[in-house]
């Protein structure tokens, strides 16, 4: 019984339902468009919230002593983690590359078999993470780069782009952080910063800023008309 209420354990289930909700609502909000495309932030994001939190619960259950902490359930948990990579990939290269559209495909194809590659020919965790986790990262400080542009070019104003960028910070400290984090019986802090990029990335994606401006807008184009 204390190791269910280990706070490390409660934190990242805590964390893994929250994602999940949120996950659940952006997928909603995604169907809910009238012109829907598969590489929608909203649908991209959904895909992104599920992973993350497979990877949480995954990550818990050694902890609870339900499963072994195995070589072979770190590979489950990359390539569950993979299945966040990909839209990572696909999000950098649609905003950032719109013209490389017909190369989208294969730099996609490329990145992931390059991470199934890395995660079944590593021997140990620690080689798996040597190979993906600077990928990750690079990933994560190109996300951080695209909507700082977006953010000073206004470019995508359906998006709160400064609140991406916030979010991206807090995913870049909480990832490059929980292995330390949990090193000195503090890993609920990482999960604690986890949980927060994903009310900031949901509240930047649903940005009711830019639904305000649109109304206010109408109402003073058809208080115009009338008068």
Known sequence: MQTILDPIVISSLTTAILSL???????????????????????MFSIIFISSAVSQILQ???LVGIIGDSVEMFRI?????LVMVVPMVVVLLSILAPR????HYKITAASAIYWIVATFLGTSREQIMTLVIPFLLVLMIGWLVMFSVTWKTGRLKE????????????????????????????????D???????IT???????????????????VEVATTIY
């Open 192 to 198: 604690m910063i986890t949980a927060i990029s994903v």
């Open 100 to 103: 490389w559209r017909r190369h």
């Open 60 to 62: 818990a259950l050694p």
């Open 77 to 81: 948990r990359a390539l569950v983690v």
């Open 21 to 43: 909700c949120l996950s659940t609502y952006l997928y909603f909000l995604w169907k809910k468009q009238a012109n829907r495309l598969y590489t929608d932030l909203p649908l």
């Open 159 to 190: 998006v709160r782009s400064d609140l991406m960028v916030l979010a991206t910070i807090l995913s870049l400290v909480s990832q490059g952080g929980k292995v330390a984090m949990m090193a000195m019986g503090i890993g609920f802090v990482a």
């Open 201 to 219: 990335y949901t509240v930047a994606l649903v940005n009711p800023w830019y639904k305000w401006e649109l109304t206010n807008a109408d109402s």
